[in-house]
């Protein structure tokens, strides 16, 4: 980052960006980079507003996930990096989204056109063709009528896993996004080997977390967002497992968790539709490139 000849280097959290974009956005930099940039998703947020408000002459994000809801999350990351690229959100909104959803064909291979000479995409197996493989199954299960009596008392209770292995005097790690002790139960995992289960909620486990010691993934409360449990999947199926990983989601027929398999398969598909393998599709022509950015 450069600014009147003097070199600096600046790494900020997004809360420090919001609370100092008072005096960041008075700089110039050479290249800003964002970082899990899924973060600036909501146009309404004061993390996006304050991430325009930077000025630079290169701009880069990094993601995972650049959709996680709908469009309206790449149409946010994409207006920090190219803000005449796709046009205001309510154009947007007008032009692709609601086009895309009643089936217009033509609009998503146009939307398509459009992102794809922006994006570099790797795939872990690219990146890191040594690494075991990952399985992945979804396992139905039918509940009797007493057990769909007790599931809509307590369907919305993470802690009844925890008491089950209480029950068994088993050993455990446990995290949520209220622990207070993070690094120690990560540790704890790591490096106790009568520890063999770490009971982790998908929010705390979504990023920052390095498992490879664990080679077995269930998945009890799936949540709606399937970005957010290939992330948590991804924190032992990552550099340094030696073992194939097995994912495993329990899904009872008849559920909630039913319905969000559905919904994040919609999701799923949605993000594979924009964000393809790197040159998937052909570079367009200056001529291409006049037709679209004209009309």
């Not at 790797?122 to 769909?148: A, F, G, H, I, W």
């Not at 498992?211 to 967002?225: E, G, K």
């Amino acid at each position: 980052i450069a600014r009147r000849q003097r070199q600096m280097c600046i790494r900020d959290s997004y809360g420090t960006m919001r609370n100092n974009i008072a005096t960041l956005s008075q700089y110039t930099f050479e290249c800003i980079v964002l970082d899990e940039s899924q973060n600036i998703k909501n146009s309404e947020s004061l993390t996006f507003r304050s991430a325009i408000q930077l000025r630079s002459k290169h701009r880069l994000i990094l993601t995972g996930t650049p959709i996680e809801n709908s469009l309206k999350d790449l149409w946010a990351q994409f207006h920090f990096l190219q803000p005449e690229l796709l046009g205001n959100e309510t154009t947007f909104s007008k032009h692709f989204i609601n086009a895309i959803r009643q089936g217009d064909e033509r609009m998503k291979d146009r939307l398509r056109q459009l992102i794809t000479p922006f994006i570099l995409r790797r795939s872990k197996q690219e990146v890191t063709p040594e690494l075991p493989s990952l399985t992945e199954e979804v396992v139905y299960c039918d509940m009797t009528e007493r057990q769909n009596e007790l599931y809509q008392h307590e369907k919305n209770s993470l802690e009844l896993v925890a008491g089950e292995f209480r029950k068994r005097k088993w050993d455990y790690a446990f995290l949520t996004g209220s622990s207070t002790n993070r690094p120690e139960e990560i540790a704890r995992f790591n490096r106790d080997p009568k520890i063999q289960a770490f009971l982790i909620s998908l929010k705390a486990g979504g990023v920052g977390l390095n498992l490879t010691q664990a080679d077995y993934v269930f998945i009890i409360d799936p949540w709606w967002n399937p970005a957010a449990e290939s992330q948590a999947i991804a924190r032992a199926h990552r550099i340094g497992q030696n073992n194939q990983v097995i994912a495993y989601r329990f899904i009872t027929q008849g559920s909630i968790e039913e319905k969000i398999i559905q919904l994040q398969e919609e999701k799923r598909k949605l993000a594979e539709t924009f964000i393809t393998d790197t040159e998937q599709l052909p570079a367009l022509t200056n001529r291409e490139w006049a037709r679209l950015l004209g009309s």
